[in-house]
């Protein structure tokens, strides 16, 4: 009986290891998209921030870069 609880114990070991090598995995994992998710958000901001300028520049007369050329 005390071979089955020793070997029992050996596995919930293991199970355990293989769990917190997992679990340091997907926390890699998070912050790798934490940080690709707050490079995004940067960028679009500065999308953001470029059409309204461009926007607002063509509101003031200036000739917006997407209008048709003159041959349509």
Do not use: C, W
Not at 42 to 56: D, F, G, S, V, Y
């Amino acid at each position: 009986m005390a071979i089955d609880v020793s070997s029992q114990l050996v596995e919930v070991q293991t199970q355990l290891a293989f769990q917190e090598d997992m679990l340091n995995a997907l926390n890699e994992r998070v912050v790798a998209q934490d940080l690709e998710i707050r490079n995004l958000r940067r960028t679009l901001e500065l999308l953001h921030e470029q059409m309204k300028q461009k926007n607002a520049s063509a509101e003031d007369g200036q000739v917006h870069e997407m209008e048709r050329p003159p041959h349509y």
